[in-house]
């Protein structure tokens, strides 16, 4: 395999993994995901939480050892604005994300291949089309940089990291005790 492949490689290796891992976690499922709509349910939730302190622990990590480097894009309440209403529009009428489409496709659930995919596809699509014309408008809005967690509070990334997980996890043991 070539140098220049291992990135896609390994992309491809950990989204298997993270499929694998939402199908058993039950995310895939309408019932788990309404459950978190009507906020009776937390499981999506309490998995999402788990990823993040995951992938932040494991991204600085590499990042310590010299084997990463990251550079965040630019952010704006605009960009977060449309951002979130496309997610959330997709979210409210299908009950699915891209990452818990995918691992539904992968179960077989014709509603996130027929519904879901196509939604995406056409999402993307709107937003391509789109794009110039927000790009110098609203995308702009409120313009904050390449904004991180250690920046805005003046931490170190270790501390970041440190606190946003311990501030997850005692989140995650207060759902629990909840029974939610």
């Known amino acids: 395999m ?8 390994w992309g491809l290796i950990f989204g298997i993994a993270f499929g694998f891992l ?3 976690g039950g995310v895939t499922r309408y019932d788990v995901i309404l459950g978190q709509l009507l906020l009776e349910d937390f ?9 993040i302190i995951t992938g932040s ?30 997610f959330g529009v997709g979210f409210a009428i299908l009950g699915y994300c891209p990452g818990t489409i995918a691992a539904a496709m992968g179960n077989g659930y014709l509603d996130a291949a027929l519904g ?3 939604g995406i ?4 699509w709107l937003l391509a089309v789109l794009y110039p014309g927000l790009k110098a408008g609203i995308l702009k809005k ?8 250690s920046r805005l509070f003046r931490v170190s990334d270790r501390m970041a990291v440190l ?15 909840a029974g939610v």
Request: proline residues 4%; aromatic residues 12%.
């Open 57 to 86: 622990v494991g991204l600085h990590y590499l990042k310590s050892r010299g084997l990463i480097t990251l550079n965040p894009k630019k952010g704006s309440w605009g960009k977060n604005a449309i951002g979130g209403l496309i």
């Open 43 to 51: 499981t999506v939730l309490k998995i999402m939480f788990s990823a």
């Open 2 to 9: 070539k140098k220049g492949k291992y990135p896609l490689f």
């Open 22 to 24: 939402l199908q058993k």
């Open 116 to 118: 879901g995919f196509p």
């Open 142 to 149: 409120g313009d904050f940089g390449d904004l991180t967690l």
């Open 121 to 124: 596809l056409f999402g993307s």
């Open 163 to 177: 606190i946003m997980s311990i501030i997850l996890v005692g989140a995650m043991f207060i759902m629990e005790a």
